[in-house]
């Protein structure tokens, strides 16, 4: 198969469980628990099954540089490759909030969080990086990682929102929508991007948790 006609498969991974338990987890570089990675290899393990050589299921690695995810990226490093640290693939910004107790942030500040949750494409937390920010960071580096990886097939460690935003891009959602998609710790999911020349590339959601 031709570059120009060829299928790149994208399997994404959330992170597991981390340490400090339930925060705003943004740009706060949380350890992950025992449990959480005891998740992550759990999910590479079935992600292995669903490859045609899952002793080598991967041409490409890309993390966020987050060690909640890089951690586990640096043990999947073979002399033929090493990770790519990606920082536009890092979580979003909670601003104030990120590293806070949400109980805390909830009992102090009711009506921002609510809000928040209806609608964050509207409701920014305070001096945090606004949706549609994050939009714009994951949908240039998904093209640039497109563009680098055409034809492989590549494992991307990241991180909910990021997962929750790549889906909603490829499912045509409105960015008020992305609280519905469930994305919990050790989350796998597969798209697939079809390229054929002289024909717009057709992507495909192929499986999601599962």
Request: proline letters at 7%; charged letters at 20%; glycine letters at 6%.
């Amino acid at each position: 198969m031709s570059q120009a006609n060829s299928i790149t498969t994208i399997d994404l991974l959330r992170h597991g469980e981390c340490q400090d338990g339930r925060i705003f987890r943004g740009r706060t570089d949380s350890a992950l628990s025992r449990l959480g990675e005891q998740q992550m290899i759990n999910a590479l393990d079935k992600l292995r099954a669903y490859h045609s050589d899952p002793l080598h299921p991967w041409q490409t690695i890309i993390s966020s540089p987050l060690q909640r995810c890089a951690s586990i990226a640096a043990r999947l490093a073979t002399e033929q490759y090493s990770p790519t640290l990606e920082p536009a693939f890092q979580e979003i910004d909670f601003g104030d909030w990120d590293g806070q107790l949400t109980d805390k942030v909830f009992a102090e500040q009711p009506q921002q969080l609510e809000a928040f949750w209806k609608d964050p494409s509207r409701n920014t937390p305070p001096n945090g990086e606004s949706l549609q920010d994050f939009e714009q960071r994951i949908t240039q580096a998904w093209k640039q990682l497109l563009q680098t990886q055409q034809g492989k097939n590549v494992l991307l460690i990241c991180h909910g929102g990021v997962v929750r935003m790549l889906l909603a891009k490829l499912l045509s959602m409105a960015l008020p929508a992305l609280p519905n998609i469930n994305v919990p710790y050790g989350c796998i999911s597969r798209i697939q991007i079809h390229h054929q020349q002289g024909s717009p590339d057709w992507p495909q959601l192929v499986f999601h948790n599962a």
